[in-house]
């Protein structure tokens, strides 16, 4: 396979001086008044801040100078930095601001041309055993494969990661298909979701949006710095080509998977494939969103966001082909039974033993729909996934979570000590992460292994786990 051609040099250094301190004047936006008055543009803490001289205007609620939708600072270097979306404070004889972005003039959410982001990731991450790469060369004078490509309709988001001289390390995220600012910015947080879900970690915090006039994406025509949502770290994804980055999986295993190359990377298509499905449906994207944050969070939301998430998952795959999914798949005959029901019913109306007429009525009506638990098994079974009784069990344990109850799995009553109840909630929420890795990958195609936690983490939690420590998809 040919090595990728990319250019990153100009956009690292252009992110970088960025950040250094920096002064200008005021255009406009804050009034006439303060036009031409000096302001000073500073990086701390991982925001900008903006400080200029208080000309004694008035302050409204509390300290608050005023909410900005868009003030102009001209800098020495003759370049007009747009700051948008922030609220200035007064602090005694100073103005200070936090702006969400900071943009080149003329820059919009429709700007048309060739878009690259750089986001900023922790140090050492990479995703070599997790994905598919491809060979890329960085500026003519750096090989790498910690980086791979994604395939939309008619168009090749290049993906990769690049270190600068102080390896400080990023995510680059590029398209050589012309096209306007926020259908490039929805791809790419599509993009970035979608490997926050199969690395476990989700780069956020800020970005830097490139636009250049050229496919080769070297020269910078326009910027935008903005700030992302909080990044995510997990240690739960679904897979890996590597069975030894586990200590608590026996080695005997691991090697005998790792010598037959039973583990496999997540390939091109696959994660091309997760990125379409999410670029074509919000509601599929919401889901592994929820499970990326549901993954982070505290023991006792953990299992409650995985449940949500399960439920949400299979009402996108049974409402694909709904009829095949129900207990009578011919919609003539169940609207005959419905009818032969009703009339029978309306022989014993007004018979003083049949209280409520209506209700029975409408439980015909819905004679066809399935029980909560067939409507949750329904897409394992659909896609030929092998569920066992410790399985189901797990499944049926969701509506405990999601009315705040912690399952007793092991039936010890409600005297159980709360160290018993954490091991619960632990060992659901990692048997609820593993059943929801199988049924999506199986969703967008995947044939392989995933990682099966509850077997992984047994001695924490206190299960003892009958099952392999990976599962067949």
Known sequence: MSEIIVFNKNTIAFYNNLKKDAEGTILKGLGNAYNDT?????????????????????????NQF????????????????????????SRSDKLKGTPEAISSKGFS???????????????????????????FNIDENKQTRLGTTIYLDNEVIEMY???????????????????????????????????????GYYPGNEC??????????????????QTRQKEINSVLFPTSANPFGWLSINKRDAEYFYKHKLLKKVSVDIFSALCKKMLASEDFFSVILLIIESNSTNLLLRPIGFSVALEAITDIITNE?????????????????????SAVLDKYQGNEHVKDHKTLKGKIENINQMTNKEKLLAPFRALGINLDSTDEKIINSRNDFLHGRVPDYRELGKSRKIEVQDQDLYYGSLSLY???SILLLRYIGFNGYVFNYPKIYEKETGYKCNQKYFRKV
Do not use: M
Not at 76 to 88: A, H, T
């Open 38 to 62: 000096l302001a000073k543009i500073t990086y701390r803490n991982k925001k900008f801040e903006i400080l200029l001289e208080n000309k004694g205007r008035r302050i409204r609620k509390v």
């Open 66 to 89: 005023g909410s900005f939708k868009n003030v102009e600072v001209h800098t020495p270097e003759n370049r007009v930095l747009c700051l948008k979306d922030f609220f200035i404070y």
């Open 109 to 135: 959410d429709k700007t048309i041309g060739y878009h690259k982001v750089l986001i900023p990731v922790k140090k050492g991450f990479d995703f070599f055993f997790i994905l598919e790469s491809r060979f």
């Open 161 to 199: 990661l690049d270190d600068d001289e102080e390896k400080n390390r990023f995510l680059v995220i590029q398209s050589r298909v012309k096209q306007a600012f926020r259908d490039f910015s929805w791809k790419v947080h599509i993009v970035a979701v979608a490997l926050g879900y199969i690395t």
């Open 208 to 225: 830097c949006f490139f636009i250049c006039s050229h496919k080769s994406l070297d020269k910078i025509s326009k910027f935008r710095f």
């Open 321 to 341: 082909t709904p009829e095949r999914y129900l207990p009578i798949t011919d919609k003539t005959t169940s609207r005959t039974l419905r009818s032969d029901l």
């Open 434 to 436: 593993t059943l929801l």
